[in-house]
Structure formats: structure tokens, C-alpha cells
């Protein structure tokens, strides 16, 4: 069974940051792809940024330039920094592991910004 918790969410001011984390636990494919979307009020899910167990990343355009993903694969933990933070950017965020076909969610983490 796999596992993926998120972390740091919160009230945040328009220009403020935050940084989430999403620790994954359970039997992983060592291969594999991690990424994190948000799902806003009334909105469809939306991919924010995705990377692989070899490091290669793929940023919306909407975040490029504020957010960026990273992961630490010894920790089995992804983490997206979020700076510049817009009232657009408030939604519901959730982590998310592909591997072998198969995709894991969490439940996700709030995350608010103010005008």
C-alpha cells in the first residue's frame, strides 16, 4: 500500500510564500513520476508540477518563475516552494505518485492567499 501525506498549507498574504511536502511511504517503484495539483473552488484539477525519479521537472506556465518542485528521494519526499504567492493560487493541493500505470493521491493540504 502507498502512502502520500501532505504538509504545509495555510493562510498566506498575496506575495507571501509557502512550502508544502508530501512524504510518500509504502512499497514505491523506484521509477517513477511525483507531481503536485490543485484543484480551486468551482474549478477543474490542475496540474502544477510534476517530476521524476530522475529529476526532470515540468512546471504549469501559470506558477512558472514562482513555484518550483524538488524532491529528496533518500526521504521518499517531494516539496514545492511557492513564492509570489497570487489569490489565484488559493485551491486545494495534492500530491500525486505514478509508477507501473497506477496513480496515488493524497488527500491534500489548503492553501490560502489573501489580496
Known amino acids: 500500500q502507498v502512502q502520500l501525506v501532505e504538509s504545509g498549507g495555510g493562510l498566506v498574504q498575496a506575495g507571501g510564500s509557502l512550502r508544502l511536502s508530501c512524504a510518500a511511504s509504502?512499497?514505491?517503484?523506484?521509477?517513477?513520476?511525483m507531481g503536485w495539483y490543485r484543484q480551486a473552488p468551482g474549478k477543474q484539477r490542475e496540474l502544477v508540477a510534476t517530476?521524476?525519479?530522475?529529476?526532470?521537472?515540468n512546471v504549469a506556465d501559470s506558477v512558472k518563475g514562482r513555484f518550483t518542485i524538488s524532491r529528496d528521494k533518500a526521504k521518499n519526499t517531494m516539496y514545492l516552494q511557492m513564492n509570489s504567492l497570487k489569490p489565484e493560487d488559493t485551491a486545494d493541493y495534492s500530491c500525486?505518485?505514478?509508477?507501473?500505470?497506477?496513480?496515488?493521491w493524497g488527500k491534500g493540504t489548503l492553501v490560502t492567499v489573501s489580496s
Open positions: 509504502g512499497r514505491i517503484f523506484s521509477t517513477n513520476v
Open positions: 500525486n505518485i505514478r509508477f507501473l500505470a497506477v496513480n496515488y
Open positions: 517530476i521524476t525519479s530522475g529529476g526532470s521537472t
